[in-house]
């Protein structure tokens, strides 16, 4: 494996965006890995490494106000945006694995942007895509205040900040992962007014579209996520012709980081695998 790390891709609108490559010995296809909410590329390091020892190459980024990327913490100006920041990633993946069939893989947040990737920009060259608990519906209500100020304080004071109040217990069952996670220095816990109501119409946009979806996807959601909406996934993935969908019983929400995650890993591997065969 041959890491390339602690450079940046620049946006369109010039924000540092931090990156990381992991190549495989004789790559058969190379994956962009986009993170969750609050979180980081860095959290991905061990499915990373099994995709690489499935001989699949990896290129890795920090979202916007995310990890080691500029940006307030928890802040995006538009949904537009962050696709354009993924589209960059893409450039960046293509031009390390030119051979190769490419890949979306989204986790949570990252989710919900993949389905809106394939869904909104052309997909041409793209191969196909996972999608990991996507952050479609959530499965808890946010305080009620905060969602009424939400849409006017978007365009009032896009940049105001809240706590999201995520419960970490209701992240993975495995207490150290969850340790893991309150411990580390790159997690954060901020998110502005405009990114809660761009996510939101985001989500919304693919429960409304996803029957016009053209291109070949993986989804799966934990039956125990209490996070993100199972049934929402279930339900908009029973919609579409293109998706595999897999539902895995008692998982929680954070599924590289659940007791068992060997089995997802391998799920993954397996279905980027049958994919490039398909495609041979």
């Known amino acids: ?114 389905l809106n990737y394939a869904l909104r920009k052309p997909v041409m060259e793209l191969s196909g895509f996972i999608a990991s608990s996507p952050w479609l519906t959530l499965a808890f209500d946010p305080p009620g205040w905060k969602v009424k100020l939400a849409k006017p304080m978007s365009k009032l004071w896009p940049k105001l900040s809240q706590p999201a109040n995520i419960d970490h217990y209701a992240l993975a069952k495995n207490p150290e992962m969850v340790k893991t996670y309150e411990d580390d220095p790159l997690v954060h816990n901020q998110m502005t007014a405009r990114f809660f109501v761009e996510v939101t119409e985001a989500g919304m946009y693919v429960k409304e579209k996803i029957s016009e979806l053209e291109l070949e996807g993986l989804v799966y959601h934990g039956t125990s996520d209490r996070i993100t909406d199972f049934s929402t996934t279930k339900e908009i993935s029973s919609r579409s012709g293109r998706i595999q969908f897999r539902e895995l019983t008692d998982f929680y929400h954070d599924l590289h980081s659940n007791l068992g995650h060997e089995s997802v890993f391998q799920l993954t591997s397996e279905w980027i695998s049958n994919r490039v065969k398909t495609l041979s």
């Not at 010995?25 to 490494?49: D, K, N, Q, T």
């Not at 913490?73 to 696709?83: A, E, T, V, Y």
């Not at 893409?90 to 490419?102: D, G, H, M, Q, S």
């Open 1 to 114: 494996m041959k890491e390339k790390e602690g450079k940046y891709i620049v946006s369109s609108d010039g924000f540092q965006l931090n990156y990381s490559i992991n190549e495989a010995e004789s790559p058969i296809a190379m994956v962009c890995v986009f993170h969750g909410f609050g979180e980081h590329l860095g959290r991905y390091e061990r499915l990373v490494s099994y995709l690489n020892t499935r001989q699949i190459s990896c290129l890795s980024m920090d979202f916007r106000g995310h990890g080691r990327s500029q940006g307030k913490r928890g802040h995006l100006p538009s949904i537009q945006q962050m696709l354009d920041d993924m589209e960059e990633a893409l450039k960046l993946a293509r031009v390390t694995e030119l051979e190769v069939p490419l890949f979306l893989f989204g986790h949570s947040l990252g989710g919900c942007m993949v």
